[in-house]
């Protein structure tokens, strides 16, 4: 029986959906005090001389943008399948809150209208992405392993430069990671499948399932704004 044509695995989809957006609004809604509220900024980062963008982190900068990684690894090694609903939901919206701290210092850098520009391009690529990987019925397991390893290789080359501030062709890294975004979106998405199969329905599963399509969407707009972005001033 293919489970992608019946209605629970639908209902599944719907609430996994549903928490990826409620993720993102919440990630948009910290950017958005932030990017309102300068005092607030300093906090997290040493900010420009007119206050308009960051410039470096504070130690509280780091937490913030260390904390996503921390908690997936708390997820990773915990029977997340245990927690009350009202636990996952904490967790989710600490996860995406923190994300929204970190994702001020890319915005920050560029005009409204670029953001906007890299809005609607990443919204329109990840929902292509995802219908793609729903109607792909084979298993994509090359291509995910492959975007893993690309994935832990911008990971590593990201932690270097910002600890040892060596120069990078940031437009190459950009496509780069585009490109990875792009097949974990794919990938993801049907992975969705072997998940609900596995859980079911229940909330443990749709937060993962949410977790992995939150991470590609956000990451896949930081790498398109910076392909398409126009900075302040230039």
Not at 41 to 57: C, D, E, P, R, T
Not at 75 to 90: L, P, T
Not at 141 to 152: A, H, N, P, Q
Request: glycine residues 12%; neutral net charge.
């Amino acid at each position: 029986m293919d489970i992608t044509a019946t209605s629970g695995f639908a209902s599944y989809l719907r609430k996994v959906y549903g928490m990826v957006g409620g993720g993102l609004v919440i990630s948009a809604i910290v950017t958005f005090i932030l990017s309102t509220s300068p005092d607030l900024a300093q906090v997290f980062y040493h900010l420009s001389a007119n206050g308009s963008h960051a410039l470096k982190f504070t130690a509280a900068g780091w937490i913030a943008l260390l904390l996503p990684f921390a908690l997936l690894i708390l997820a990773m090694f915990s029977d997340i399948e245990r927690w009350s609903v009202g636990a996952i939901n904490a967790y989710y919206g600490i996860f995406c809150a923190s994300f929204g701290v970190s994702l001020y210092a890319a915005t920050s850098q560029y005009t409204g209208a670029s953001v906007g520009a890299a809005l609607l391009i990443t919204a329109g690529s990840f929902t292509g992405l995802s219908l793609t990987g729903m109607m792909i019925k084979t298993p994509l397991t090359g291509l995910k392993s492959f975007c893993m390893m690309g994935l832990w290789g911008l990971v590593l080359v990201g932690l270097a430069q910002m600890l040892f501030h060596f120069s990078l062709n940031q437009t190459l890294m950009s496509l780069i990671g585009v490109g990875v975004f792009a097949g974990l979106t794919v990938t993801d998405t049907q992975d969705m499948r072997d998940r609900y199969s596995e859980g079911g329905n229940s909330h443990a599963s749709i937060m993962m399932g949410a977790m992995g399509l939150y991470l590609d969407a956000m990451n896949m707009f930081i790498n398109i704004l910076e392909l398409v972005g126009v900075k302040k001033g230039d």
